[in-house]
């Protein structure tokens, strides 16, 4: 497993980067970035499939993504909450890949783990930060390492962004990440139980809701993200 890596994907699910981060995973994967895949959870309490089912199709999709490696900090799905035990799990991943920018969920959304997961991550991109936080991998002390910038993903509720991506190049290939979650979405054929994404009509909503972010930047498909801090920019001529 390659260890550091320009953008670090951290949510609470798997599918959740899928749904709302693969097109700007996509996106810089194009631009020469390395990025990583890390889940609180391995989506245990989901509706239908198996954690391990998940976990095929998560593997599946890392390798549509172009991802370098994916794997889960086995935070119990549901229950999860901002402790110190979650907290130095989440430190530790972030000080292991020392990545410029952390993707991370919705600060409010349908789903609780999904603040709940942007409000941990968050914090533990600080306390990364911090020297005398210690941590440790694989039997050796880790070095104090800061994200330059956390953004949270917009998911099954309207946020307002801060900031959209441009992924109209990568939309049939974002789809093509989704549909690796097979047990997730819909299905005629499957007897489980229905899920609110599992409905016939939830893929349609998000590509609606790309076209939402994208028709905010003048472009067909969007992904937004929202800051809780400004974000710099060396030359105001590269704003869109």
């Known amino acids: 497993?390659?260890?550091?890596?320009?953008i670090l994907c951290i949510t609470a699910h798997p599918d959740d980067a899928e749904?709302?981060?693969a097109g700007t995973v996509l996106h810089h994967v194009a631009?020469?970035?390395?990025?990583g895949m890390v889940e609180l959870t391995a989506g245990e309490l989901g509706t239908r499939g198996t954690p391990e089912i998940r976990r095929q199709?998560?593997?599946a999709s890392r390798k549509v993504l172009g991802a370098v490696f994916r794997?889960?900090?086995?935070?119990?799905?549901?229950?999860?909450r901002k402790d110190e035990s979650s907290l130095r799990a989440v430190i530790a991943a972030v000080r292991r890949h020392r990545p410029q920018v952390v993707l991370t969920n919705a600060v409010r959304d349908r789903h609780p783990d999904h603040?709940?997961?942007?409000?941990?991550?968050?914090?533990?991109c600080f306390l990364s930060g911090l020297r005398r936080v210690e941590t440790e991998t694989d039997g050796h002390a880790q070095q104090a390492w800061r994200p330059m910038q956390v953004l949270h993903a917009i998911q099954d509720r309207y946020i307002d962004p801060d900031i959209v991506i441009d992924i109209t190049?990568?939309?049939?290939?974002?789809?093509?990440?989704?549909?690796?979650?097979?047990?997730?979405?819909?299905?005629?054929?499957?007897?489980?139980p229905e899920s609110p994404i599992a409905r016939a009509d939830f893929l349609p909503?998000?590509?609606?809701?790309?076209?939402?972010?994208?028709?905010?930047i003048m472009v067909t498909f969007g992904e937004g993200f929202t800051s809780a801090r400004p974000m710099s920019i060396r030359d105001l001529t590269e704003l869109g």
């Open 169 to 192: 190049p990568f939309w049939e290939q974002k789809l093509e990440a989704l549909r690796c979650f097979r047990s997730q979405f819909h299905d005629p054929r499957s007897t489980e």
């Open 1 to 6: 497993m390659s260890d550091r890596v320009d």
């Open 19 to 21: 749904i709302s981060m």
């Open 57 to 59: 199709e998560a593997e």
């Open 115 to 124: 603040g709940r997961a942007a409000d941990l991550v968050a914090e533990a």
């Open 31 to 35: 631009l020469g970035r390395t990025v």
């Open 205 to 216: 909503f998000l590509e609606g809701r790309a076209r939402e972010m994208g028709r905010l």
């Open 71 to 80: 794997y889960q900090l086995g935070q119990p799905d549901g229950f999860f």
